[in-house]
């Protein structure tokens, strides 16, 4: 079993819709999760981390973390075209020296 | 700028010829890593560091070599690359503690080995 686990895609939306993405993990010890954009040939970046149980929302985007669940999810409002891009799931477990876990990440392309 | 510098962006090289990737980072961060990502093979890590003299292996060791002397770098190195190692690397850095733990990547480097 893959440690951060994501759908790969491709996910396609219209634009102004609403994107949703989601990520499972197995390490129950993990206490901080992350989102990367990742656009082709180019480095990820950071967009969104979440520590809690909840939602956190900054902007167009909203990160959902359901720890009982090991459920983490990333919502995208009102979708741009230049939000095509594939976006990766991390998951740190900050234990025993372990280092953060990335998904495989999912596609989404925004359609015009 | 808070960045993380990987040098060169492109390298061309042949089977066999031993070479080193440049990472360095002005953040102070505590943490560093390596990833090589191949198309549909996501993000893998080959080793990390969690401190100066303190490395471990990631995901896929084999073939390569890291040190960190310094805290703000982390070269990688290939002692005799082989095309298995053609990929697109990058580097990262965080810090160990705080709200910000995520990774800071730098721009990538991509290998051929041929």
């Known amino acids: 079993q893959k440690e951060v686990e994501q759908n790969s895609g491709p996910l396609s939306v219209p634009e102004g819709a609403i994107a949703s993405l989601n990520c499972t993990y197995s390490d129950r010890g993990s206490q901080s999760f992350f989102w990367y954009r990742q656009y082709s040939g180019k480095s990820p970046e950071l967009i969104m981390s979440i520590y809690s149980n909840g939602d956190k929302e900054d902007g167009r985007f909203t990160a959902q973390l359901n720890k009982a669940s090991q459920y983490v999810s990333l919502l995208i409002r009102d979708s741009q075209p230049s939000d095509s891009a594939t976006y990766l799931c991390?998951?740190?477990?900050?234990?025993?020296?372990?280092?953060?876990?990335f998904g495989a990440g999912t596609r989404l392309t925004v359609k015009p | 700028e808070a960045q993380v510098t990987q040098n060169p962006r492109y390298l061309i090289t042949v089977t066999g010829k031993k070479l080193t990737v440049t990472c360095s980072q002005n953040?102070?961060?505590?943490?560093m890593s390596w990833y090589r990502q191949d198309p549909g093979l996501g993000l893998r890590q080959i080793y990390y560091s969690m401190n100066v003299e303190v490395t471990d292996k990631g995901d896929v060791p084999e073939g390569y070599k890291v040190s960190r002397k310094e805290k703000r770098n982390f070269p990688l190195i290939l002692e005799s690359p082989s095309p298995n190692q053609t990929s697109l690397y990058f580097c990262a850095s965080r810090a160990w503690t705080g709200a910000e733990g995520g990774y800071t990547f730098g721009s990538g480097t991509r290998l051929t080995v041929v």
């Open positions: 991390a998951a740190d477990p900050r234990a025993n020296n372990n280092d953060m876990r």
């Open positions: 953040m102070n961060h505590e943490y």
